[in-house]
């Protein structure tokens, strides 16, 4: 403000007055870069060249590109985004965290994530909290999934909070207000975005002095990185190395409908999927038949041990003691460990069955027997201790790099917590952690397929319902049949109103080529 006012001083004002105005030296304007580079712990934190990055010449576990919000980095608005490029820069991994001016982030991909066409980042998080092309408001869908197909790396939305405190969100039951949900967590996904996540916002509301700075959720930012690095392990692990957990449901809950799903002939789809995994270089080998697969896992050892299911580890008390985080949450509600869910008595057990690096699992019942849903509208509750420490131990016991929900659909996604926004608070969140989850979802379900994005940190592969449905009558016929049902209804006494619906019948008959042509019909005649 103050080079302007020296500049409009200068240029307009004549004679005395601008001889008595003590103006100093006019600087010449700070142009910034329309598509940059912004690093805190550079001395002008802004540059344009990869090479003056620090840190660039020695990642380890390879290079995470962040999308910022230009508005914000030339404010100095950046404490959010310092935090999440600190938190990767802990993990190991170069980051190169760039922005575009406008509401398009297609240049600042074109110009930093890819060099002569070759991909050179292995992951994308955009933390602008806004579509990857056209913004808050609307997306250009088609043009997004054309530049996330060029890059073929995993892509994570995550968002700061705009329009509601961090204090807000955390004791808001619902997480996100609609309408942050629906800007930073719907729209994204029309991209194809994943894994919407928190990382900061405004610790408190605006004032007359105006809105107070962003800062960093510590926690969920350690969430997002967490899930960065499983990404990325992911796909730099060599497949014949890769151990990947499936899991198969009972639906509906607590039915004793072991490995069943909506619209989806679960074994036989598994034992494709297995023979899959085996022909693109995983270690497994899977059985000859759907029916030795079935019978695998759901008898088995069961009648050893007394049990729904082929048991595939145990977890003693102790160890589950030992290990679970969120233990007095499950002991408030199910009792002492292990439980009876699921239990002997003195240990949990883990349904399922093992081929080579891939492990087929049970996932535990809802908990009420009788009353599943239970679980979904009371906020303070928690799930048994079997399921807790059936998603324990695919993470941390058998190493999982990926899980794989299998069919329409499991209890996961509907743990008590918040709706969109989680915190660790949530048990969706606690339970599936940083694990990478992909979803097998039915097409003709999207509402609760969205649940399992936003709750579970899903990435859904949908597949088609059967093409089979009850004939019934259709085109003219549904007309036709409307009409004789309506004249059915009328009082034999209506000689008009008979009349009249029998000449409609007439010429909806003729029309379907069900009666040849002939005398008009009266209501005597019929």
């Known amino acids: ?91 190991g991994f170069k980051v190169v965290p760039a922005f575009a001016s406008g509401l398009d982030s297609r240049p600042a991909i074109d110009k930093y994530f890819l060099k002569n066409d070759q991909v050179c980042v292995d992951a994308v998080v955009s933390l602008t909290g806004f579509s990857l092309v056209g913004g808050p408001a609307y997306n250009e869908a088609q043009a997004a999934q054309e530049t996330l197909q060029k890059l073929d790396v995993p892509y994570i939305a995550a968002h700061a909070l705009e329009f509601q405190s961090l204090d807000q969100w955390r004791t808001e039951d619902r997480g996100l207000l609609p309408l942050e949900a629906t800007m930073m967590v719907a729209i994204p996904e029309l991209d194809g975005a994943t894994g919407p996540t928190v990382f900061g916002g405004r610790q408190g509301v605006e004032t007359s002095d105006g809105p107070s700075n962003m ?30 957990a499936i899991v198969l449901f009972n639906f509906p809950p607590n039915s004793g409908n072991t490995g069943t799903a909506a619209h989806l002939s679960v074994f036989k789809s598994l034992l494709n999927c297995l023979n899959a995994l085996q022909q693109a270089g995983y270690s497994l080998s899977p059985p000859d038949n759907e029916e030795t697969l079935k019978s695998d896992i759901i008898d088995g050892n069961a009648e050893q041990f007394g049990t729904d299911c082929n048991v595939h580890h145990s977890i003693s008390a102790d160890d589950h003691i030992r290990h679970e985080t969120w233990l007095s949450d499950i002991e408030a509600q199910w009792g002492t460990a292990p439980g009876r869910h699921q239990s002997d008595g003195n240990s949990i057990f883990v349904f399922g069955k093992q081929y080579g690096n891939v492990f087929v699992g049970v996932q535990p019942a809802f908990g009420y027997e009788g009353d599943p849903m239970r679980l979904l509208f009371e906020k303070n509750f928690a799930p048994t201790h079997a399921f807790s420490a059936f998603y324990r131990y695919l993470r941390s016991d058998f190493g999982a790099h990926a899980v794989v929900h299998f069919g329409t659909h499991g209890a996961l996604e509907f743990m008590p917590g918040k709706q969109t926004g989680l ?10 952690s940083d694990l990478p989850n992909f979803y097998v979802y039915a097409a003709n379900n999207p509402s609760e397929g969205i649940i399992a994005k936003r709750r579970a940190a899903a990435t859904t592969i949908t597949y088609l319902t059967p093409p089979v449905t009850q004939a019934g009558l259709y085109k003219g016929l549904l007309d036709l049949k409307s009409t004789i049902d309506r004249w059915r209804t009328v009082a034999p006494d209506s000689g008009e109103e008979l009349n009249r619906l029998a000449s409609v019948i007439q010429s909806q008959a003729l029309e379907l080529e069900l009666v040849s042509d002939g005398p008009a019909w009266n209501a005597e005649s019929t």
């Open 1 to 91: 403000l103050r080079n302007m006012i020296y500049l409009l001083v200068d240029k307009y004002f004549r004679g005395e007055q601008k001889e008595s105005w003590s103006a100093g030296s006019i600087e010449l304007p700070e142009i910034y870069p329309d598509i940059g580079l912004y690093h805190p712990r550079m001395e002008n934190s802004i540059v344009e060249e990869i090479r003056q990055l620090p840190g660039a010449k020695s990642p380890t576990k390879g290079t995470v590109g962040l999308l910022l919000m230009r508005s914000y980095v030339l404010s100095g608005d950046t404490a959010h985004f310092d935090g999440v490029i600190d938190a990767l820069e802990q993990r």
């Open 215 to 244: 800062i960093a959720d510590p926690e969920r930012i350690g969430m997002l990185a967490d899930r960065v690095e499983k990404l990325i392990a992911l796909r730099e692990t060599p497949v014949e190395d890769r151990k990947i």
């Open 423 to 432: 915190t660790n608070e949530c048990w969706p969140d606690r339970l599936i």
